[in-house]
């Protein structure tokens, strides 16, 4: 069951972090490898492209017509969840947690840390909840590598520090155990 | 049917149907042409056999049905048509009345002639409101209506009960209008069926709420003098 | 079955109809769910264009710890959300007998204004009857 996309958003409404695992043959830019199925591209040029891409879009990407650029969606994907999770937060109290929705092509699962740090995952629509999935990335995989790291940044503004060889390394392997099951 | 009237009598038998057509009509043209419509030429459609819908047998659609979500829609436009036109509930109730009345003048000379060779002429009150509340009723809605009634204060007064008009079914009346009932439609097809077998009235509808029934309706008849007259005579 | 509310948004996303049936959601003023029923209608939009496979619909479902939302979008636009508990099953079925009210006895209203809110005595009757037939 594929895995679409993974975002995280830290508490000043940034998104610090993004994965893509689907080609959308959006970018031509020369960063990205030409590769034309959705295989999990090598870790090296991605950290590469995820440095950068959250903090400047490279000025030579256009998305064709049509496709948003992955900045876009980065912010669309974080104006959804913020807004659901407060509708869900007022509709149930401030302990309710909104954990995921479903569309007919995809399913979004959300997972919010006491930090207000927040995990999104795209996913196929036959995937399970995957909230304890998040909430391991978080612990085992975020913490581990990005929080614990004595190099990174206390506040992670354009991506800056999240991005580490380690956490890529870990990710992938998790995604693709989660992916095999 | 061309030998029928005398030669200068003013009336031109008339027909639809050109090819039993004797006489020139004067005034109107018939309603089929009479030959086929060029292709791009008009929108209307006619059958090649030149037949229209006055040339069917009568008992022809005797056993057929209307879905209720056609009538449905059909009855809620004509009573947004005659909202536009009115300017009170008591003048929307008499609209909806005359919408009713024109169809009940035919439905009475429908209804006796399919009954065909049993079919006796009313005379008295009780019989007259037992026709419609038996054959009518079946003939529109395809159940008897629900009870039928003698007001014990008024001579005059009959209330036939319907406990859920089907008429009625999707309508909700706003607060504002709660004195309207749309069954004046139906009241004024019984108003058209009594006053055609020579029973002159004015009928009602009104809303009575129960809690069994909510939507119960009940048509108050209410006979002219002249009937009371005569089925004293008749007593 | 237990259904905590019903909301219905028109066409371009305002509130025509809102009823709560068990306890379950906050008690919100009426202000409250048209601002709600103005978000929903726009992120139900963004869902679709944020969607990586193409061609995706908006929102179907949306699940939290203590409540679920199913919103199903008819072709005319009009959108129907059905709060529920998060294990209620069946609740497609409820939708869509939901829908079937709302086509006769609102759609079927001459004095029911298109688009406007709803304010059908038969609508409220037949909705109580077939949720919560006890009451």
Redesign the interface.
């Known amino acids: 069951m594929p895995i ?2 993974f975002y995280i958003f830290d508490r000043h409404c940034e998104c610090i972090y993004v994965k ?1 695992w ?1 080609e ?1 043959e959006r970018e031509r830019s020369s960063f990205r490898p030409q590769t034309a199925n959705s295989t999990i591209s090598s870790p090296a040029t991605l950290s590469e492209k995820r440095v950068s891409t959250p903090i400047d879009a490279p000025t030579n990407a256009r998305p064709p017509h049509g496709r ?1 650029s992955v900045q876009d ?1 980065a912010k ?2 974080f ?2 969840v913020f ?2 999770r ?3 937060r ?4 401030p ?12 399913k ?1 699962h959300y997972y919010e840390t006491p930090t207000n740090l927040k995990f999104v995952m ?1 996913t196929d629509i036959r995937m399970d ?1 995957l909230r304890v999935a998040l909430h391991q990335i978080y612990i085992n995989l975020y913490v581990e590598f990005v929080t614990k790291n004595p190099l990174s940044p206390v506040e992670h503004k354009g991506g800056e520090g999240v991005a580490c060889e380690l956490f890529e390394l870990g990710l992938e392997r998790f995604v693709q155990t989660i992916q095999d099951v | 049917m061309s030998n029928l009237n005398a030669p200068n009598s003013p009336f031109v038998p008339f027909s639809p149907n050109p090819s039993i057509q004797s006489g020139v009509p004067t005034a109107t043209p018939p309603l089929s042409a009479s030959k086929p419509a060029q292709l791009g030429s008009s929108n209307l459609r006619y059958a090649s056999s030149r037949k229209s819908i006055y040339d069917r047998h009568l008992n022809r659609t005797q056993r057929s049905e209307l879905s209720k979500a056609s009538f449905a829609f059909l009855f809620g436009e004509m009573i947004q048509y005659a909202q536009k036109q009115v300017s009170g509930i008591q003048d929307l109730e008499k609209k909806l009345n005359i919408q009713g009345y024109a169809i009940g003048q035919r439905l009475l000379e429908l209804l006796l002639y399919r009954e065909g060779r049993s079919a006796k002429r009313e005379t008295r009150v009780l019989g007259i409101l037992q026709f419609i509340a038996q054959t009518l009723y079946r003939h529109l809605f395809g159940k008897p209506a629900d009870g039928l009634e003698k007001s014990r204060e008024h001579e005059d007064e009959y209330m036939l009960i319907d406990h859920d008009p089907v008429v009625n079914s999707h309508i909700s009346v706003p607060k504002e209008m709660s004195q309207l009932n749309c069954a004046a439609f139906v009241a004024g097809i019984i108003e058209a069926v009594l006053d055609g077998s020579l029973f002159p009235c004015r009928v009602t509808a009104h809303s009575v709420f129960s809690e069994q029934f909510p939507s119960k309706t009940v048509f108050l008849i209410k006979f002219e003098e002249s009937v009371l007259e005569r089925e004293a005579v008749l007593q | 079955m237990v259904i905590l509310s019903i909301l219905i948004l028109n066409k371009a996303g305002g509130l025509i109809y809102q009823r709560d049936f068990n306890e ?3 008690k ?1 003023s009426s202000n ?1 769910y048209l601002v ?1 029923a103005g ?2 209608h ?2 139900h939009a ?8 193409p ?13 679920r939302v199913q919103c199903f979008q008819t072709l005319t636009g009009t959108k129907f959300l059905i ?1 529920a508990e998060p294990h209620q099953p069946n609740i497609d079925v409820i939708c869509r007998r939901v829908y079937e009210l709302y086509a006769d006895y609102v759609m079927k209203n001459p004095f029911y204004q298109i688009e406007m809110p709803i304010r059908c005595e038969q609508f409220d009757r037949q909705l109580v009857a077939y949720i919560k037939p006890k009451q």
């Open positions: 679409y996309s893509q689907l959308r948003l969606d669309l994907v104006g959804v807004s659901l407060n509708m869900v007022k509709l149930s109290g302990d309710d947690n909104f954990i995921s929705y479903r569309t007919s092509s995809y979004l795209l909840n | 379950g959601l906050n919100l409250d709600l978000t929903f726009g992120v963004i869902t679709s264009r944020i969607s990586p496979v061609g995706s619909g908006g929102l179907e479902v949306l699940e939290s710890d203590q409540f709060f």
